[in-house]
């Protein structure tokens, strides 16, 4: 089973469907069949990529696993979710938002946008 995303005009996923194998020995190009059917972009997305990297080890595909509300970046060939801050900077490597410092390693914490800091969250 392979996943597909639908894109708008945007290259923004709208919708991630569930479709054959992408090695099914019927030769079809599903991209293209699904972009004919739902009368949007198609491009297909691997549930198993995060960060660029495979989790299991194989080889990543397209960055991340793609989420609505992801973008498609056709020159890097990868999906990138929303920026969660302005202060968040894209990783080119790993096509995920990175906060302008590093979050502590202990605790819980929030990221403040106004102070650009890591924020404790007292546990009750």
């Not at 995060?50 to 992801?70: D, E, K, L, S, T």
Request: hydrophobic residues 30%.
């Amino acid at each position: 089973m392979a996943h597909f995303s639908l894109l708008d005009r945007n290259n923004k996923v709208i919708q991630v469907i569930v479709g054959p194998d992408e090695n099914s020995e019927d030769g079809r190009d599903w991209e293209l069949v699904y972009q004919m059917q739902y009368g949007y972009k198609c491009k297909r997305t691997s549930y198993n990529t995060i960060g660029n990297q495979h989790i299991n080890g194989g080889v990543p595909f397209r960055g991340n696993y793609a989420g609505i509300g992801f973008t498609y970046d056709e020159n890097k060939d990868a999906f990138i979710p929303p920026q969660p801050f302005p202060s968040w900077e894209l990783n080119e490597t790993t096509f995920l938002w990175e906060p302008p410092i590093p979050m502590p390693e202990d605790g819980l914490y929030r990221w403040d946008e106004e102070t650009l800091s890591w924020v404790a969250i007292e546990e009750n």
